[in-house]
């Protein structure tokens, strides 16, 4: 699976847009670009996927460039609970079942 | 709600003591996953099994073990604990719309 650089940490005004970048630039065509998140003390939580359209569900949207080789997470209205570890994977989904975590990205959130 | 539990959350063994840590899921998902979380680390994949089949990581110590007796049952035994395995233990499946993981709380395990 291709590996994933992230900025270790960020800071993100309440209430603005957090867009929190990852590379991928080893990405094969058929693999997946994944976001999980994990709040201090509890396990990591699923957010969003995509393999190259842009998504968007009630928690974020995501975007993946054209070449693939990044993408972009987008938390709209940042609010406090927000605050936490946010991890960018991307994996083969038809082949093998490993999820590999990166170093992740460090979103704290500010009043 | 359906989930992933993990007991105990926090457990405290001695060096070179013998000890197991419990998942168990209602999902009926059939890949389960344990993952070793040093402090301020990424989550440590160590295994997964896809329905009874047990896939090792090629860096996972020999002192680490897992069984899984059914679908919703998955053990993590550590045979001889040290120091360095004082660690949060998730536990994960695999499944649902997204094909994306589940997680438990955790185990924080300490060894003295």
């Known amino acids: 699976d291709a590996k994933t650089t992230q900025p270790p940490s960020m800071d993100c005004a309440e209430g603005r847009a957090a867009n929190l970048p990852c590379n991928h630039s080893t990405i094969s065509g058929n693999e997946y670009v994944y976001w999980y998140r994990q709040i201090h003390s509890q396990g990591p939580q699923y957010i969003i996927h995509?393999?190259?359209n842009n998504e968007t569900n009630e928690m974020a949207s995501l975007i993946i460039t054209e070449d693939r080789k990044s993408s972009t997470l987008i938390l709209p209205h940042a609010t406090l609970r927000d605050t936490a570890v946010y991890y960018c994977i991307v994996r083969v989904t038809n082949t093998g079942n490993q999820f590999y975590f990166g170093t992740g990205t460090s979103l704290t959130v500010i009043p | 709600d359906a989930m992933v539990i993990q007991n105990p959350r926090y457990q405290v063994t001695q060096f070179g003591k013998p000890v197991t840590l419990s998942c168990s899921q209602t999902l009926n998902h059939n890949v389960m996953y344990w993952y070793q979380q040093k402090s301020s680390q990424a989550p440590k994949l160590l295994f997964h099994?896809?329905?009874?089949?047990?896939?090792n990581e090629a860096d996972t110590p020999d002192n680490f073990q897992s069984r899984r007796p059914n679908t919703s049952f998955c053990f993590l035994d550590i045979r001889s604990p040290g120091l360095g395995d004082a660690a949060m233990y998730l536990c994960?499946?695999?499944?649902?719309?997204?094909?994306?993981?589940?997680f438990g709380p955790g185990t924080r395990l300490t060894v003295l």
């Open positions: 994960a499946t695999r499944g649902g719309t997204h094909n994306e993981q589940f």
């Open positions: 995509g393999l190259k």
């Open positions: 099994y896809y329905d009874k089949d047990f896939n």
